[in-house]
C-alpha cells in the first residue's frame, strides 16, 4: 500500500513541480505576463497540436479509439454542465458570476496536465487515447463554455455561426483531422516530418506547464469565496467519485479507466478564466477557480491514482 501511494504521488509531483517552478519564476519577475501569454499562443497553436498529431498519427486507429470511453467523456461533461448550471441558479444572482460557475465545473486542464500525468502513467500507448479523447472533448467544451458564459448572462443571443467558425479553426481540431486518416490509412511519414512535429511536440509540457504556474495569481483568491470552493469541490472531487464507478461499473478497465478518471480529476483550464474576461463575465470567480483545483488536484488526483492503483483497477 505504501508501494502504491509512493507511485500515485510520483506520477502527479513532477507536473505540479514544473508548474510551481512557473509560479515561482513569476514571483521572482524572471517572467511576466507578456511570457505567459506568448507561451500559451505557442502551445495551443503549434506545440499542443504538434502533440496531439504525432499521438494518433502514429498510433493505431483501432488501438486509440474506444467508443466507449469517448462516450463517457462526452456524457459526463454534459451531465456536468446542466447539473451545475441548476445549481448556479441557487447560489449566485448575477449571471455573469454563474457563466464562470458553470465553466469552472466542466471545463478540464486535459490537454496540459491530464497528458503529463497520462504519459506519466500509461507512456506513449495512454497518450494516444487521451488525444483522442481530447479531440472529441475539446469542441463540446468550447460549444458549452460559449452557452455558459453567454446565455445566464444575455439570457441568448448565442452566435452559432462564429461558434462553428471557432471550432472549425481550432489548432487541436484541425491537427486531429489531419491524423486521423493516417492513422486509419497507416499512411507513412517520411522522417524529415516526424522528427521536425516531435521537436515542436517536445515543447508542449514543460513550455505549458511553466505558463500555467505563471498565469496563476495566489493573491486573488479572495472575493468570491464561497462559489468558488463549491466549483472546485465539484471540479476536482464529486465528478471523479461518482463518474470513475460509473465507468468501472459499465466495464471500463486498466489504461482506460485511468484516462477517465484523469479527464474528471484534472483542474479547470486557464482557457476558463480567458474566455470568462473575453466575454465580460466574473474573471475573478474564474480565477479563483482555476487557482483553488490546480493547488488542491495535487493531493485529489494522487490519491484518486493511489486509490485506483491499490484495487487493481489501473
Not at 505576463?33 to 502551445?43: C, E, L, M
Amino acid at each position: 500500500m505504501i508501494h502504491n501511494l509512493v507511485f500515485s504521488f510520483q506520477q502527479v509531483a513532477p507536473v505540479f513541480l514544473i508548474v510551481f517552478l512557473g509560479l515561482f519564476l513569476k514571483e521572482k519577475r524572471w517572467i511576466n505576463d507578456s511570457f505567459v501569454d506568448t507561451a500559451s499562443k505557442i502551445v495551443f497553436r503549434i506545440a499542443l497540436p504538434a502533440l496531439c498529431f504525432l499521438e494518433i498519427a502514429k498510433t493505431d486507429f483501432n488501438t486509440m479509439f474506444n467508443g466507449t470511453i469517448i462516450a463517457f467523456g462526452l456524457v459526463s461533461t454534459l451531465v456536468v454542465f446542466v447539473l451545475c448550471w441548476m445549481l448556479s441558479l441557487l447560489l449566485l444572482s448575477e449571471g455573469a458570476s454563474r457563466g464562470s460557475f458553470i465553466q469552472g465545473c466542466f471545463r478540464s486542464n486535459y490537454a496540459i496536465i491530464g497528458f503529463a500525468v497520462v504519459f506519466n502513467l500509461f507512456g506513449q500507448t495512454g497518450l494516444a487515447k487521451a488525444a483522442a479523447l481530447l479531440a472529441f472533448v475539446m469542441p463540446l467544451y468550447n460549444v458549452l463554455a460559449v452557452i455558459a458564459l453567454t446565455v445566464p448572462r444575455h439570457g441568448g443571443g448565442v452566435s452559432l455561426r462564429k461558434m462553428a467558425l471557432d471550432i472549425g479553426t481550432n489548432p487541436l481540431i484541425i491537427a486531429v483531422l489531419f491524423a486521423v486518416p493516417i492513422s486509419f490509412f497507416r499512411v507513412p511519414m517520411h522522417k524529415v516530418v516526424t522528427t521536425t512535429v516531435n521537436y515542436l511536440s517536445s515543447l508542449t509540457l514543460p513550455l505549458a506547464l511553466i505558463g500555467i504556474g505563471g498565469a496563476l495569481d495566489i493573491r486573488s483568491a479572495k472575493r468570491r469565496l464561497k462559489p468558488a470552493v463549491t466549483a472546485s469541490l465539484i471540479k476536482i472531487f464529486l465528478t471523479p467519485l461518482v463518474f470513475t464507478p460509473l465507468a468501472f461499473l459499465a466495464g471500463v478497465r486498466g489504461e482506460n479507466l485511468g484516462v477517465l478518471f484523469i479527464l474528471w480529476a484534472c483542474p479547470a483550464a486557464i482557457a476558463s478564466f480567458i474566455m470568462a474576461k473575453a466575454m465580460e463575465c466574473d474573471a475573478d470567480l474564474a480565477a479563483d477557480i482555476v487557482l483553488i483545483t490546480t493547488l488542491a488536484s495535487v493531493v485529489t488526483m494522487a490519491l484518486g491514482i493511489f486509490v485506483l492503483k491499490t484495487a487493481g483497477l489501473i
